[in-house]
């Protein structure tokens, strides 16, 4: 049967250091605050100038993913890239990717998931292997938040949690009768949720013209968030879709090698973690340093977990969950070969 396995992984995040004590300095919060609401003590932005989109750091996570795996370019059969701020308004990020990896007729596909991206993202990969569509593919979450939330009082539930970055890995179809690769997923979507986390502007529903001046001075092209209802439903989902995931893949968290969640939140993962009853060194967080990269913070932290040798090198069996805008969750179980 041909499964999916990984290949490599990469990622990126830019030099450009920002603290909570930076942040007090554009609004009013405190680094207190910030630590103990989230568990965040930096994040990453991009550089003031230069023009850098989520293609850009999308292409140096992808630029590692693709050395690990030997592979060139050329060799991929498609590009699936995840982000909820895109270079442009379209097209999308992918074929930005596409043409600065110096690819001329490769397909590139854009999912709008947002921190659930790259849950998505793996699962499609998973599908288009299976299918015999593709054999490699160069699956990418990368976000450029930085340069689209609001650098005011009035923003700094969202500006504090947000961090620029970008994860990437190269997925591979291998025949084989092996209990390897995607062991189980679920995947799920609640559109009634979907303005508790939204940037609404510009948008094709409002009419005679879909961005003006007014909407502007609103500050409706920032991020708004019902922090606390999507608090809520992280802290119910994450446990519930997880336990699906054990119970279709026949296993027990036990058996899980490393969790790793997205990385919305320190104190959202904590409850998840005791509800689980995941022991430490089982867990994986990063948000202390990075900030909530949305679709960048799973391939991410799966780089970092892979580097710092926290799994065993062959057959580990890892744990990914998260929870995001639209409202989307998910879970899924890999395996290494
Ligand atoms: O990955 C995308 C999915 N997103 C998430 O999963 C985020 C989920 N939500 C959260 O992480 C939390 O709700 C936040 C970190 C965003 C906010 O924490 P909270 O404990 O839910 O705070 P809150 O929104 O209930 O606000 C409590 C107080 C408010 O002041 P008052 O009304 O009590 O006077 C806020 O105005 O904290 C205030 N506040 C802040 N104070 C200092 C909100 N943001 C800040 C801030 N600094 N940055």
Same mark, same amino acid.
């Given at each position: 049967?041909?499964?999916?396995?990984?290949?490599?992984?990469?990622?990126?995040?830019?030099?450009?250091?920002?603290?909570?004590?930076?942040?007090?300095? +554009?609004?009013?919060?405190?680094?207190?605050?910030?630590?103990?609401?989230?568990? @965040?003590?930096?994040?990453?932005?991009?550089?003031?100038?230069?023009?850098?989109?989520?293609?850009?750091?999308?292409?140096?996570?992808?630029? +590692?993913?693709?050395?690990?795996?030997?592979?060139?370019?050329?060799?991929?059969?498609?590009?699936? $890239?995840?982000?909820?701020?895109? &270079?442009? $308004?379209?097209? *999308?990020?992918?074929?930005?990717?596409?043409?600065?990896?110096?690819?001329?007729?490769?397909?590139?596909?854009?999912?709008?998931?947002?921190?659930?991206?790259?849950?998505?993202?793996?699962?499609?990969?998973?599908?288009?292997?299976?299918? !015999?569509?593709?054999?490699?593919?160069?699956?990418?979450?990368?976000?450029?938040?930085?340069?689209?939330?609001?650098?005011?009082?009035?923003?700094?539930?969202?500006?504090? @949690?947000?961090?620029?970055?970008? !994860?990437?890995?190269?997925?591979? *179809?291998?025949?084989?009768?092996?209990?390897?690769?995607?062991?189980?997923?679920?995947?799920?979507?609640?559109?009634?949720?979907?303005?508790?986390?939204?940037?609404? @502007?510009?948008?094709?529903? +409002?009419?005679?013209?879909?961005?003006?001046?007014?909407?502007?001075?609103?500050?409706?092209?920032?991020?708004?968030?019902? !922090?606390?209802?999507?608090? =809520?439903?992280?802290?119910?989902?994450?446990?519930?879709?997880?336990?699906?995931?054990?119970? =279709?893949?026949?296993?027990?968290?036990?058996?899980?090698?490393?969790?790793?969640?997205?990385?919305?939140?320190?104190?959202?993962?904590?409850?998840?973690?005791?509800?689980?009853?995941?022991?430490?060194?089982?867990?994986?967080?990063? +948000?202390?340093?990075?900030?909530?990269?949305?679709?960048?913070?799973?391939?991410?932290?799966? &780089?970092?977990?892979?580097?710092?040798?926290?799994?065993?090198?062959?057959?580990?069996?890892?744990?990914?969950?998260?929870? !995001?805008?639209?409202?989307?969750?998910?879970?899924?179980?890999?395996?290494?070969?």
């Amino acid at each position: 049967m041909t499964k999916m396995v990984i290949k490599g992984t990469g990622r990126y995040l830019p030099e450009r250091v920002v603290t909570n004590d930076d942040l007090t300095k +554009i609004m009013d919060t405190t680094d207190e605050w910030i630590q103990q609401r989230t568990g @965040i003590e930096e994040r990453r932005w991009v550089p003031e100038e230069g023009n850098v989109g989520a293609s850009d750091l999308g292409l140096e996570a992808s630029k +590692i993913a693709l050395s690990r795996a030997g592979w060139e370019p050329k060799d991929l059969d498609l590009i699936i $890239f995840g982000t909820l701020s895109p &270079d442009l $308004f379209f097209p *999308g990020s992918g074929c930005l990717l596409q043409s600065k990896l110096g690819l001329k007729s490769t397909p590139a596909l854009d999912i709008r998931q947002q921190c659930t991206g790259f849950l998505y993202g793996m699962e499609i990969a998973d599908a288009y292997i299976k299918s !015999g569509y593709a054999s490699r593919i160069l699956l990418v979450g990368a976000e450029v938040h930085s340069t689209g939330i609001e650098m005011a009082t009035r923003g700094r539930d969202v500006t504090v @949690i947000f961090g620029d970055g970008a !994860g990437a890995v190269c997925l591979e *179809g291998v025949e084989t009768d092996e209990n390897v690769g995607v062991l189980a997923t679920s995947l799920h979507a609640q559109g009634d949720h979907a303005e508790a986390l939204m940037v609404e @502007i510009p948008a094709s529903r +409002i009419s005679p013209t879909r961005v003006t001046h007014e909407h502007l001075d609103e500050g409706r092209q920032w991020p708004k968030m019902d !922090g606390r209802n999507i608090f =809520k439903l992280a802290v119910k989902r994450l446990p519930e879709v997880s336990q699906t995931v054990l119970d =279709k893949a026949g296993l027990t968290i036990d058996d899980i090698d490393m969790v790793i969640p997205h990385q919305a939140n320190l104190r959202i993962n904590q409850f998840f973690q005791k509800s689980m009853n995941i022991p430490d060194e089982k867990i994986f967080n990063n +948000i202390q340093k990075y900030g909530n990269t949305t679709a960048g913070t799973i391939p991410i932290a799966l &780089d970092e977990v892979i580097e710092q040798k926290l799994i065993p090198e062959e057959k580990s069996t890892l744990l990914f969950a998260g929870l !995001g805008a639209g409202v989307t969750w998910g879970a899924m179980i890999f395996r290494f070969m």
